[in-house]
Each structure stands twice: as structure tokens, then as C-alpha cells.
């Protein structure tokens, strides 16, 4: 079934790319997606560059957005309502281990990503296995976030991310 998904997801990717990234033909890239995917709420939006691995094993839920250059890899992502994914975006549930004198042969280990409903993850970030948005938070541009936050409303950034305020909304 991996594989299958991945396939579709070429498919659907090649197959759209000349589609302009208008709202109409955004959802209908979205609809294409979520029909692979565990779970997939309505309103989802996916640029024409957007990169979408393994939907096999992601869930989004409703008015989800992902911008140009995003990339979605691997299982266990929760993506929940109203979330903005900024351009350049990558999002990767999976780390290599050691093996044999490199990173390169060992074994995949996987941890779920949660993204919770209303953050907005700015542009450049890298939201790497492990990790927990918070709801309503912001990720500023270029950081990576490698770690489970907890406190919702507020502003993470930098590299490693980490708290920088409590948002007034």
C-alpha cells in the first residue's frame, strides 16, 4: 500500500502541476490527495509544488493549507482544522539509525508529528519527528521544530525552536 501511495501521489502531482494555484484548483488537488489518505477533512489545499509522501499515513482535518515547495513525509502525521503551512516547508516523521559506519543503510525510525488546529507554520521550517505544535501557534520562518511543545498561543522560533512569547489573541 506504501508504494501504491506513493505512485498515486506522483500522479496526482504530475498529473495537476499545470493547474494554476487558485483556491478552486488547490481544493481539487486536495480532494485528489485525501482519497489515499486515513483521514482528510474538507477545504484542503495543495499547491501545484506541494510534495505529499506516504498519505497513507497522513490525517488533515478541515481549511488545511500547504503552500508551494511544501514537502509532507512519512507516517503518523496529524495535521488537525485551519492550519497553515508556509512555502518551503518540510515535514518528516522519520529518522535513519546508525549502521554499519552510516546513517545511510540503517533503519528508519518513526515518531508522530501533531499539528495542532490554527497554527500557522511559517516559511523554511522543518518540523522533524517527534514533534507537537501547539493550538494556535506560530513557527517562525526557517526554524526547525524537534521537540513536543505544550503551551498553546504562542510564538516558537529559531533553531532549535523555542518559546518566545505568548501570543495576545
Known sequence: MHKISIIYSWLVRISTRILPDI???MRFRGFLYSLMMNRCGNNFQVCSTAYLN????LKVGDNVYLAHNSIILGKQIV???EVLIGPN???VSGNHTYLNHSFRFG?????PILIKRGAWIGANCTIIAGSIIPEASIVGAGSVVSKKFENS???YAGN????IKQLDI
Open 160 to 163: 532549535p525552536a523555542k518559546f
Open 79 to 81: 495535521i488537525e482544522d
Open 54 to 57: 506516504s498519505l497513507n499515513g
Open 153 to 155: 498561543h504562542c510564538l
Open 89 to 91: 516547508t518540510v515535514v
Open 23 to 25: 483556491p478552486i484548483f
Open 107 to 111: 533503519k528508519s525510525v518513526v515518531k
